[in-house]
């Protein structure tokens, strides 16, 4: 079955800087992998899609790569603020980019910036 | 608000008492899917519809949970015999097939089985 691995629960950062999360999985080979924001009490928001002929997606202060050979997501927030402070989850397709648009989550890493 | 709705946010049940939370999607979408999600974990697969067909139920669905979406707007996810163990976040959303990758998630009903 799937696995997948996001570096740590959690990360702290001071403000400013660049916070860098991981996403790992095993076996099978999503058509996209997904990040999502999720605050306390919250349903997951949506951030960013990248597909699998795609190396890195930017959008604004995010910005992520993924690396097919190395079965691996980074997630990169440049520029880091308080507000950014929440858990992010990281997500993928089970089956090949088909039309069954399940996902597949990880346990998600909680961001922290301190000021 | 056009998001996707939950209702109840909170629910406090004991245990071997039936529960029902009913998720409204965003007007368009015809998927809709349900998650579980536990405190520290990401959130589960638990089956999704399209229009009012089910289409895929998770092993985690066991007997005791049944959802519908009859007319293929609104849909409930009904748990029978509830259990400890199902206390979790439930969280539903919904997208539009062969359009969007990403899910538009509701805020979800948190549940609590005493």
């Known amino acids: 079955s799937q696995k997948i691995e996001q570096n740590s629960e959690a990360l702290n950062i001071q403000e400013g800087k660049t916070a860098t999360l991981t996403c790992n999985y095993t076996n099978y080979s999503p058509a996209y992998l997904q990040w999502y924001r999720q605050d306390p009490g919250r349903g997951p928001v949506f951030l960013l899609l990248?597909?699998?002929?795609?190396k890195e997606k930017r959008k604004e202060r995010l910005k992520v790569t993924f690396d097919t050979t190395l079965k691996q997501s980074l997630f990169h927030i440049t520029a880091s603020q308080p507000a950014d402070s929440a858990t992010y989850l990281c997500?993928?397709?089970?089956?090949?980019?088909?039309?069954?648009?399940?996902?597949?989550f990880g346990r998600g890493t909680q961001l922290t910036v301190w000021p | 608000d056009t998001g996707v709705s939950q209702n109840p946010r909170h629910k406090i049940t004991k245990r071997g008492q039936n529960v029902t939370f009913r998720c409204d999607p965003i007007s368009e979408h015809n998927r809709l899917y349900w998650y579980r999600q536990t405190l520290g974990q990401g959130p589960e697969f638990l089956t999704y519809f399209q229009n009012e067909a089910q289409l895929e139920k998770s092993r985690l669905l066991s007997d005791r949970f049944s959802a519908e979406r009859p007319k293929g707007s609104f849909s409930t996810l009904e748990i029978q015999r509830t259990e400890q163990g199902d206390s979790a976040m439930y969280l539903c959303a919904s997208n539009e097939a062969g359009a969007q990758e990403t899910q538009y998630f509701g805020p979800g009903t948190r549940l609590l089985v005493l």
């Open positions: 997500a993928l397709d089970m089956a090949g980019g088909s039309t069954l648009g399940r996902l597949y």
């Open positions: 990248i597909r699998e002929n795609e």
